[in-house]
RNA sequence: GGGAGCAUAGCUCAGUUGGUUUAGAGCAUCUGCCUUACAAGCAGAGGGUCCGCGGUUCGAACCCGUGUGCUCCCA
């Protein structure tokens, strides 16, 4: 069979994949092996893949794939979130292009829409994990508006609501006056505006004036209080005196506190709790009096008592003049700010304060606390228990009510008295609001179910259990064996609004923790460090790169730049070095390869001289695999990569190959064939939970396989030995140093030399002599007992190694050298010296570490030792 | 304003309870090589005030204090 020169990725991904899917690998059911559970962070069904996906569930398909061949039953499953804001602001871009309005639907015409377009173009991005690789039970796809889902999260709320954590509660929130809507925070557009600050004088109460400073006069009439800075010495003396509003004369406190800002304005801040956030606040710690001087469509309201039924930009206008008349203008400056428009209509937002559901937070979160800071859930990397705990002791009540269709609409009832009912259905509702209510005449007509829809996080916090449906189904066969799930891999950034919540509801609903590990993942960044986002678009097109470089190329191009637990800064170069990796593999196949066609099992030379590469290897390979288990259970991937990465490139390709290579077109036999093989392999087995396609292929084509890698369960390391290892370690060391020599004397690679050996074991040697000349390019190799004079001289710890050239030598060059090197050990020694003749370190240091240190002085001592004979006999 | 994290080679990072040779890796750089698996490669090399200052210690990249810079989260 012909191999083509470079690996080309394509192709061989989509077989694969296919395959896979074929034989039903990913696919799970409960058995008697142990359960490795992962469920996906579930993206918004309007998602399309990002680099953030990328990395994420490349990590996530990494712990599944190696969990499947460690013999554990995987099952990791996939699935989206409804994510009611992005897809609602989907649906309703969609009808405007037909030219449908949002309003001119009932709600139900509208998710006729939304379902429509979520079957259409929902859940792209399952598609393209496929093309990454990810081994997810696709049988198991889930979604958190699926029937019994959507039941789940209406009884958590009913039962939440029946326990006392849910209620209802004032807020301010963005309202669009066009739209006559509640806004979220994500559908405000923030932009900078050139506005006017008006400096506007209030009369005192004992006389004079105070002056304030605000872009939005028209709120003035809403003001409840003037608030200054308790250290600001200007204001000390007004403290708790009374002040006027203009034109209205309400009269209203002065109170210090220390929320304002010295060097803002005039230092005197109005509060106008209504109509805006920290004024609430403020409102709130000073009960001050809420008076809501706007209507729902930006009018001014009768509370306002003055331009009753104008536009609130129409009064500022005039506000301006009326004050100026009264003499109330001090000066108008201009003024840079930032102010919210509507996504939608682009109108400017106002705060303002509505009735909203909310979790009460502090009772049911303390389990949740506990669980994590006694590691009951262990965090990867742990600096995230901090952070958590942080936000746990300062849990706040979390408002779960959304002004939108597209989700679990809250199941509350209300009569036109403003009575209302929790409960599963209306006819529940209706029954408890005859009793509340005492009137038995209601009927279902009478009473109107909230029109608002629950925040997404409020069905996804059941994901971990929910998607095995264990509270639609509870204590099923499935849910008892999938949970508590393995391992939830994870971004920082929602280590709240999601991670938290769900550990608060897996104890509350099942009583048992949602899952044993968390990692969490870096956030991947561009090569200038700025977060990856879409308004930026620095985020570029992962399919494209999959095209490009190949999926396992773009798997380890993100995870060998991603560390624990640290930020990535995603560069292209590194997919690249991704895709050299695949064509380093290959390249190495193609080495086997050819040698299948020199089998010959008369060849027993080449036996003689790989049995020593032989040997090594094997032991290597057993020691770096234990390190990748250690590094693996520490979930330190970016490390257990780059170790398997360098096992491959630098033990295997650049020295095992090497050393077990027959000669130019001389036979190979079949042991070190079929031990090459078999050590390839293992290297398969190792790399392909981190690139599972070039892995698999590779795997077929080096034998007749009667299982595909995917279901293969993993050698388990044997325990290394030391000898071997640093017999080999000391031939690469010999290499290297002679190798460098050769270097730096101008030798050429093809200029043959002879080396000569003096060595107090000179047995030591005879086994890896063939390799040694190999390697060096040496015709012979001799031992000896005295320093061979016009040779160059290199030192080992004890040896010593004379190169013969048929060349002239720069002994000039050399000698600068190895005067160079003398004055390097001069001064090594005498920090050893120093540390020893120091009377304290001998007294109080280890015992070991003071033999350590001697050794030292004696390795140095002798290497001097060994320059300055070398210098003697080049003089 | 409150909180958290980070700072080690040009870049991205390792560096275990303080002592294993005056600090390690990958990438990038430089030098020499188209050597029959691989130039998407081979062989080799150079490169560091471990952010500044102070302290604890016989001994600090590591522990403590302080300053500076950057990043993130919450409001």
């Given at each position: 069979m012909e191999l083509s020169k470079n690996y080309i990725p394509t192709e061989i991904e989509a077989k694969w994949y296919q395959h896979w899917i074929d034989r039903q690998y990913f696919s799970s059911k409960p058995d008697e092996r142990e359960a490795y559970t992962v469920v996906i962070p579930?993206?918004?069904?309007?998602g399309v893949l990002h680099m953030g996906h990328c990395l994420n569930n490349t990590i996530q398909d990494i712990l599944v794939r190696r969990a499947r061949m460690q013999g554990k039953n995987a099952c990791w499953v996939p699935g989206t979130d409804h994510a009611s804001i992005a897809t609602e602001a989907k649906v309703v871009g969609m009808l405007r292009e037909k030219g449908?309005?949002?309003?001119?639907?009932?709600r139900s015409e509208f998710l006729d829409y939304a379902w429509e377009w979520k079957e259409k173009y929902g859940g792209i991005i399952l598609q393209q994990l496929r093309k990454m690789g990810c081994s997810l039970d696709?049988?198991?796809?889930?979604?958190?508006?699926?029937p019994d889902y959507y039941a789940s999260v209406i009884q958590v709320f009913v039962d939440l609501y029946q326990k006392g954590y849910i209620y209802r509660g004032k807020r301010m929130i963005n309202w669009d006056?066009?739209?006559k809507t509640a806004l979220s925070d994500e559908e405000v557009i923030y932009k900078v505006v050139q506005s006017k600050l008006y400096h506007v004088k209030y009369k005192l109460e004992n006389g004079g004036f105070i002056t304030i400073a605000t872009v939005?006069?028209?709120t003035i009439l809403g003001d409840a209080a003037i608030c200054v800075n308790p250290a600001d010495e200007r204001y000390k003396?007004?403290?708790g005196q009374y002040a006027f509003v203009p034109l209205i004369n309400r009269k209203i406190k002065i109170i210090p506190d220390e929320?304002?800002?010295?060097?803002?304005?005039?230092g005197a801040l109005k509060v106008t709790p209504a109509h805006d956030m920290n004024d609430y606040q403020l409102g709130q710690k000073y009960q001050l009096e809420i008076i809501d001087?706007?209507?729902?469509?930006?009018t001014m309201s009768e509370?306002?008592?003055?331009?009753?039924?104008?536009d609130r930009f129409a009064v500022r206008k005039k506000i301006v003049e009326d004050l100026e008349t009264a003499g109330h203008i001090e000066k108008i400056e201009e003024y840079t700010n930032q102010v919210g428009f509507s996504e939608r209509t682009d109108v400017v937002v106002e705060p303002r304060l509505s009735l909203q559901w909310w979790v009460s937070m502090k009772e049911l979160s303390a389990p949740a606390l506990s669980a994590v800071m006694e590691d009951e859930i262990h965090f990867?990397?742990?600096?995230f228990k901090n952070l958590y705990r942080h936000w746990m002791e300062n849990v706040k009540d979390w408002?779960?009510?959304?002004?939108?269709?597209?989700?679990?609409?809250?199941p509350a009832w209300y009569t036109k008295d403003g009575a209302f009912a929790v409960a599963k259905t209306a006819e529940e509702a209706l029954d408890q609001l005859k009793k509340s209510t005492?009137?038995?005449?209601?009927?279902?007509?009478d009473i109107h179910q909230d029109d608002d829809c629950l925040d997404t996080w409020f069905s996804s916090w059941l994901w971990p259990f929910e998607v095995f449906?264990?509270?639609?189904?509870?204590?099923n066969k499935e849910v008892s064996y999938y949970?508590?799930?393995?391992t939830l891999v994870t971004a920082p950034e929602i280590i709240f609004f999601w991670v938290a919540r769900m550990i608060i509801a897996g104890y509350e609903?099942?009583?048992?923790?949602?899952?044993?590990d968390v990692y969490f993942t870096g956030i991947v960044r561009d090569k200038l460090g700025r977060k990856m986002s879409k308004s930026l678009?620095?985020?570029?097109d992962l399919l494209a790169l999959i095209d490009q470089y190949g999926a396992d190329a773009v798997r380890f191009g993100i995870l060998i730049a991603s560390p624990a637990g640290n930020d990535i800064l995603f560069d292209e170069s590194s997919l690249e070095q991704g895709r050299n990796f695949n064509n380093k593999l290959w390249n190495a196949l193609k080495l086997v390869k050819m040698w299948e066609g020199r089998l010959?099992?008369?060849?027993t030379n080449d036996a003689a001289d790989a049995e020593f590469a032989i040997n090594w290897f094997e032991n290597r390979l057993n020691q770096v695999s234990t390190e990748v288990e250690e590094l693996m259970t520490q979930f330190k991937l970016s490390e257990a990569l780059k170790t398997i990465y360098s096992l491959i490139w630098?033990?295997?390709?650049?020295?095992y190959l090497e050393w077990a290579k027959p000669g130019f077109e001389q036979p190979v036999s079949p042991m070190v064939l079929n031990k090459t093989i078999s050590f390839f392999e293992r290297l398969m087995e190792l790399l392909h939970p981190f690139m599972p396609f070039i892995t698999e292929e590779i795997f077929h084509l080096l034998k007749p396989q009667t299982e595909d890698l995917t279901v293969k369960l993993q050698h388990k390391a044997a325990k290394a030995d030391e000898n071997i290892l640093a017999s080999g370690a000391l031939l690469k060391e010999v290499i290297t140093k002679l190798r460098d020599a050769r270097n730096k004397n101008q030798l050429k690679p093809k200029d043959p030399v002879s080396l000569y050996i003096m060595a107090e074991d000179n047995k030591g040697y005879q086994s890896i002599s063939p390799i040694l000349m190999k390697q060096v390019n040496a015709n012979k190799v001799s031992y000896t007992a005295e320093a061979i004079p016009n040779t160059i001289v290199i030192n080992m710890e004890k040896d010593k190694f004379f190169i013969e050239a048929a060349q002239q030598l720069d002994t000039d060059a050399i000698k600068e050298r190895l005067l160079k090197d003398l004055a390097y050990e001069q001064n090594f020694l005498a920090s050893v010296i120093k540390k020893l003749s120091n009377e304290k370190f001998v007294q109080n240091a280890k015992p070991e570490i003071i033999a350590l240190e001697r050794k030292k002085q004696a390795d140095a001592e002798a290497r001097m030792k060994t320059i300055e004979e070398s210098l003697k006999s080049l003089a």
């Open positions: 579930p993206p918004n069904v309007t449908i309005a949002k309003s001119s639907l009932s696709w049988d198991r796809t889930s979604f958190t508006m699926n006056v066009k739209a939005r006069p028209e003396s007004l403290h929320y304002v800002a010295l060097d803002f304005g005039t001087t706007m209507n729902d469509d930006g509370a306002a008592q003055l331009y009753i039924g104008m990867h990397p742990t600096k408002c779960i009510s959304r002004q939108l269709w597209w989700g679990h609409r809250i005492g009137n038995t005449a209601l009927t279902l007509s449906k264990g509270l639609s189904d509870p204590d949970y508590p799930t393995s609903y099942k009583g048992l923790k949602p899952f044993k678009g620095n985020s570029p010959d099992n008369a060849a630098d033990d295997f390709c650049s020295w």
